[in-house]
Protein backbone atom coordinates (compact mmCIF):
# COMPACT_ATOMS: atom_id res chain seq x y z
CA UNK A 1 0.00 0.00 0.00
CA UNK A 2 1.42 3.17 -0.71
CA UNK A 3 1.76 5.24 2.03
CA UNK A 4 3.03 9.38 2.41
CA UNK A 5 3.25 10.69 5.78
CA UNK A 6 4.18 14.47 6.57
CA UNK A 7 5.90 15.75 9.90
CA UNK A 8 7.85 18.94 10.47
CA UNK A 9 5.28 21.06 10.64
CA UNK A 10 4.14 23.41 13.71
CA UNK A 11 4.42 27.02 14.99
CA UNK A 12 7.03 29.57 13.76
CA UNK A 13 6.99 33.24 13.84
CA UNK A 14 6.96 35.39 10.44
CA UNK A 15 10.57 35.35 9.26
CA UNK A 16 11.40 31.71 10.52
CA UNK A 17 12.31 29.00 9.07
CA UNK A 18 10.89 25.00 9.05
CA UNK A 19 11.79 21.83 7.28
CA UNK A 20 8.52 19.45 6.25
CA UNK A 21 9.06 16.11 5.53
CA UNK A 22 7.49 13.52 3.62
CA UNK A 23 8.28 9.79 4.22
CA UNK A 24 7.42 7.38 1.77
CA UNK A 25 6.89 3.87 1.57
CA UNK A 26 4.88 0.64 -0.21
CA UNK A 27 6.49 1.75 -3.45
CA UNK A 28 9.72 2.28 -5.46
CA UNK A 29 10.48 5.74 -4.81
CA UNK A 30 13.04 6.61 -7.00
CA UNK A 31 10.51 5.78 -9.96
CA UNK A 32 8.43 8.77 -9.23
CA UNK A 33 8.54 12.40 -9.21
CA UNK A 34 7.01 14.60 -5.85
CA UNK A 35 4.90 16.94 -5.24
CA UNK A 36 4.77 19.64 -2.58
CA UNK A 37 0.40 21.05 -2.74
CA UNK A 38 -1.14 23.34 0.49
CA UNK A 39 -4.56 24.66 1.54
CA UNK A 40 -4.68 27.70 3.19
CA UNK A 41 -7.52 28.01 5.83
CA UNK A 42 -10.62 28.57 3.77
CA UNK A 43 -9.09 28.44 0.69
CA UNK A 44 -8.22 26.29 -2.22
CA UNK A 45 -5.44 23.68 -3.24
CA UNK A 46 -2.08 25.71 -4.41
CA UNK A 47 0.38 23.62 -6.48
CA UNK A 48 3.99 24.42 -4.89
CA UNK A 49 6.60 22.51 -5.92
CA UNK A 50 7.61 19.75 -8.02
CA UNK A 51 10.90 17.45 -7.97
CA UNK A 52 11.91 14.91 -10.47
CA UNK A 53 12.96 11.41 -9.71
CA UNK A 54 16.56 11.99 -9.47
CA UNK A 55 16.37 15.52 -8.67
CA UNK A 56 17.36 17.08 -11.98
CA UNK A 57 14.76 19.11 -12.28
CA UNK A 58 12.35 21.14 -9.99
CA UNK A 59 9.59 23.90 -10.74
CA UNK A 60 8.60 25.92 -7.93
CA UNK A 61 4.87 28.25 -7.73
CA UNK A 62 5.78 31.68 -8.22
CA UNK A 63 4.64 32.58 -4.41
CA UNK A 64 7.51 30.60 -3.14
CA UNK A 65 10.19 30.54 -5.43
CA UNK A 66 13.12 31.71 -3.87
CA UNK A 67 11.69 30.71 -0.59
CA UNK A 68 10.66 27.52 -0.85
CA UNK A 69 13.10 24.52 -1.63
CA UNK A 70 12.42 20.91 -2.78
CA UNK A 71 14.84 17.60 -1.84
CA UNK A 72 14.64 14.16 -2.05
CA UNK A 73 16.18 11.58 -0.68
CA UNK A 74 16.11 8.51 -2.66
CA UNK A 75 18.71 6.21 -0.11
CA UNK A 76 15.75 7.18 2.68
CA UNK A 77 12.34 7.44 0.82
CA UNK A 78 12.33 11.21 1.50
CA UNK A 79 11.02 13.91 0.35
CA UNK A 80 11.62 17.38 1.64
CA UNK A 81 10.44 21.02 1.50
CA UNK A 82 13.14 23.81 3.02
CA UNK A 83 10.56 26.82 3.98
CA UNK A 84 12.44 30.07 4.59
CA UNK A 85 11.13 33.83 5.26
CA UNK A 86 7.76 32.55 6.38
CA UNK A 87 4.75 35.02 6.69
CA UNK A 88 0.87 34.90 7.75
CA UNK A 89 -0.16 33.80 4.32
CA UNK A 90 2.15 30.81 4.18
CA UNK A 91 0.06 29.30 7.30
CA UNK A 92 -1.67 26.33 5.32
CA UNK A 93 -2.01 22.08 6.13
CA UNK A 94 0.69 21.01 3.52
CA UNK A 95 0.99 17.89 1.49
CA UNK A 96 3.38 15.34 -0.10
CA UNK A 97 1.76 13.85 -3.44
CA UNK A 98 3.04 11.50 -5.41
CA UNK A 99 2.83 12.45 -9.53
CA UNK A 100 1.81 9.70 -12.53
CA UNK A 101 2.81 12.44 -14.94
CA UNK A 102 -0.72 13.11 -15.42
CA UNK A 103 -2.24 14.28 -11.84
CA UNK A 104 -1.20 13.49 -7.97
CA UNK A 105 -1.97 10.00 -7.26
CA UNK A 106 -1.37 9.90 -4.05
CA UNK A 107 -1.42 12.36 -1.06
CA UNK A 108 -0.28 12.08 2.71
CA UNK A 109 -2.62 13.44 5.16
CA UNK A 110 -1.25 16.94 5.07
CA UNK A 111 1.17 18.81 8.03
CA UNK A 112 -0.21 21.99 9.68
CA UNK A 113 2.06 25.12 9.42
CA UNK A 114 1.40 27.96 11.61
CA UNK A 115 3.46 31.45 10.92
CA UNK A 116 2.07 33.54 13.88
CA UNK A 117 3.56 35.77 16.54
CA UNK B 1 1.34 31.20 -16.27
CA UNK B 2 -2.13 28.93 -17.43
CA UNK B 3 -5.44 29.65 -15.24
CA UNK B 4 -8.12 27.70 -14.26
CA UNK B 5 -11.64 28.99 -13.76
CA UNK B 6 -14.09 26.66 -12.48
CA UNK B 7 -18.02 27.18 -12.58
CA UNK B 8 -20.02 27.01 -10.51
CA UNK B 9 -18.23 27.66 -7.59
CA UNK B 10 -21.17 26.36 -5.11
CA UNK B 11 -23.59 23.78 -6.54
CA UNK B 12 -26.68 22.10 -4.32
CA UNK B 13 -27.82 19.00 -4.77
CA UNK B 14 -29.42 15.71 -3.98
CA UNK B 15 -29.15 12.34 -4.25
CA UNK B 16 -29.45 10.49 -7.62
CA UNK B 17 -28.83 13.96 -9.52
CA UNK B 18 -26.61 14.19 -12.46
CA UNK B 19 -24.32 17.20 -11.62
CA UNK B 20 -21.68 18.81 -14.39
CA UNK B 21 -18.81 21.16 -13.06
CA UNK B 22 -16.80 22.81 -15.75
CA UNK B 23 -13.26 23.90 -15.66
CA UNK B 24 -11.96 26.31 -18.77
CA UNK B 25 -8.12 27.24 -19.29
CA UNK B 26 -6.65 30.14 -19.94
CA UNK B 27 -4.63 28.54 -22.84
CA UNK B 28 -4.72 25.20 -24.98
CA UNK B 29 -4.00 21.99 -22.45
CA UNK B 30 -4.29 19.43 -24.59
CA UNK B 31 -5.70 16.68 -22.48
CA UNK B 32 -3.57 17.40 -19.27
CA UNK B 33 -6.06 18.14 -17.13
CA UNK B 34 -6.93 16.04 -13.57
CA UNK B 35 -9.62 15.77 -11.65
CA UNK B 36 -9.32 15.68 -7.39
CA UNK B 37 -12.34 15.11 -4.97
CA UNK B 38 -11.46 16.47 -1.76
CA UNK B 39 -12.95 16.66 1.86
CA UNK B 40 -12.27 18.12 4.94
CA UNK B 41 -9.42 16.85 7.33
CA UNK B 42 -8.76 14.26 4.61
CA UNK B 43 -6.48 13.76 1.83
CA UNK B 44 -7.81 15.19 -1.92
CA UNK B 45 -7.86 11.95 -4.19
CA UNK B 46 -7.60 11.91 -7.63
CA UNK B 47 -10.56 11.13 -9.56
CA UNK B 48 -9.84 11.39 -13.40
CA UNK B 49 -6.53 12.00 -15.42
CA UNK B 50 -5.70 13.29 -18.93
CA UNK B 51 -9.13 14.75 -18.52
CA UNK B 52 -10.97 11.33 -19.03
CA UNK B 53 -9.25 8.35 -17.66
CA UNK B 54 -10.90 6.97 -14.85
CA UNK B 55 -8.14 6.79 -11.64
CA UNK B 56 -8.53 3.18 -10.39
CA UNK B 57 -10.95 2.14 -8.00
CA UNK B 58 -13.15 5.06 -8.80
CA UNK B 59 -16.62 4.81 -9.48
CA UNK B 60 -17.99 4.92 -12.52
CA UNK B 61 -20.56 7.21 -12.12
CA UNK B 62 -17.70 9.76 -12.25
CA UNK B 63 -16.36 10.73 -15.75
CA UNK B 64 -14.49 13.70 -17.47
CA UNK B 65 -14.43 14.64 -20.68
CA UNK B 66 -12.95 17.66 -22.68
CA UNK B 67 -9.61 19.25 -24.58
CA UNK B 68 -8.09 22.15 -25.26
CA UNK B 69 -9.03 24.91 -23.12
CA UNK B 70 -13.15 23.59 -22.17
CA UNK B 71 -13.30 20.34 -19.34
CA UNK B 72 -16.06 19.25 -17.81
CA UNK B 73 -16.73 16.68 -15.00
CA UNK B 74 -19.79 15.30 -14.19
CA UNK B 75 -20.73 13.02 -11.73
CA UNK B 76 -24.29 10.42 -11.85
CA UNK B 77 -26.50 9.50 -9.31
CA UNK B 78 -24.63 11.77 -6.64
CA UNK B 79 -24.15 9.50 -3.82
CA UNK B 80 -23.97 10.20 -0.19
CA UNK B 81 -20.26 10.30 0.20
CA UNK B 82 -19.86 12.28 -3.39
CA UNK B 83 -20.62 15.41 -1.22
CA UNK B 84 -17.10 17.54 -1.24
CA UNK B 85 -14.89 20.07 -3.30
CA UNK B 86 -14.15 19.31 -6.49
CA UNK B 87 -10.65 20.78 -8.63
CA UNK B 88 -9.35 20.82 -11.76
CA UNK B 89 -5.50 20.96 -12.06
CA UNK B 90 -3.81 21.53 -15.51
CA UNK B 91 -0.09 19.33 -15.82
CA UNK B 92 0.74 20.51 -19.21
CA UNK B 93 2.83 23.29 -18.03
CA UNK B 94 4.50 24.01 -14.47
CA UNK B 95 3.28 26.09 -12.25
CA UNK B 96 0.96 23.04 -12.48
CA UNK B 97 -2.26 25.09 -11.34
CA UNK B 98 -5.40 24.01 -9.57
CA UNK B 99 -8.44 25.60 -10.49
CA UNK B 100 -10.61 27.53 -7.06
CA UNK B 101 -12.48 24.53 -6.51
CA UNK B 102 -16.07 23.99 -6.94
CA UNK B 103 -18.23 22.82 -3.79
CA UNK B 104 -21.09 19.96 -4.22
CA UNK B 105 -23.37 20.04 -0.44
CA UNK B 106 -26.52 19.37 0.25
CA UNK B 107 -30.11 21.05 -1.65
Known amino acids: EVQLMESGGGLVQPGGSLRLSCAASGFTFSSYGMNWVRQAPGKGLEWLSY????????YYAESVKGRFTISRDNAKNSLFLQLDSLTAEDTAVYYC??????????WGQGSLVTVSS | DIQLTQSPSFLSASVGDTVTITCRAS??????LAWYQHKPRTAPKLLIYVASTLQSGVPSRFSGSGSGTDFTLTIRSLQPEDFATYYC?????????FGPGTKVDFK
Open chain 1, 97 to 106: ARDIDFGLDS
Open chain 2, 89 to 97: QQVNTSPFT
Open chain 1, 51 to 58: ISLASTTM
Open chain 2, 27 to 32: QDISHY
